[in-house]
């Protein structure tokens, strides 16, 4: 039997070939599920806070909402991907807020998805006006 000189690289080369594209697309799935858990933990914390602020008015809670969701510093993150939805009760005041994610394009392993209305918090209105 002859020695097979150079066999290790041609196997090496073959394996390389099958593994790269695999690790790769793993990466990018572990990528894809940290930035839905960082969106997911902004728009609690979004709704959170809202549901905290004593702010007089809609505009007000929407601004406080939005600038705490983009204060968690999820890639690509901006304020036209943040809606929230301030629901009114009976006697007008702020019921229930919900920050919601629309628009924003996670990648995932094998191309993009495009996130709308999800992910979603919505918590009561726990500041009370005129209550003493």
Known sequence: ????????M???ALLLAVLTPVA?????????FYLI???QDAVAQAAAQAAHSPAAT??????????KALAAGVPWLDASHVRVEI???PSGEPRWI??????YDLPTPFSSTRLEGKPRARFPYLVRTGAR
Do not use: N
């Not at 039997?1 to 290790?8: E, F, L, Q, Y």
């Not at 919900?98 to 628009?103: D, E, L, P």
């Open 1 to 8: 039997m002859k020695p097979r000189r150079g066999s290790t």
């Open 10 to 12: 041609i196997e090496l």
């Open 24 to 32: 790769a697309g793993g990466l990018r799935f572990a990528w894809s």
């Open 37 to 39: 858990d960082s969106l």
């Open 58 to 67: 809609s505009e007000a809670l929407q601004k406080a909402a939005t600038e």
């Open 87 to 89: 629901e009114p009760g």
């Open 98 to 103: 919900a920050v919601s994610i629309h628009g």
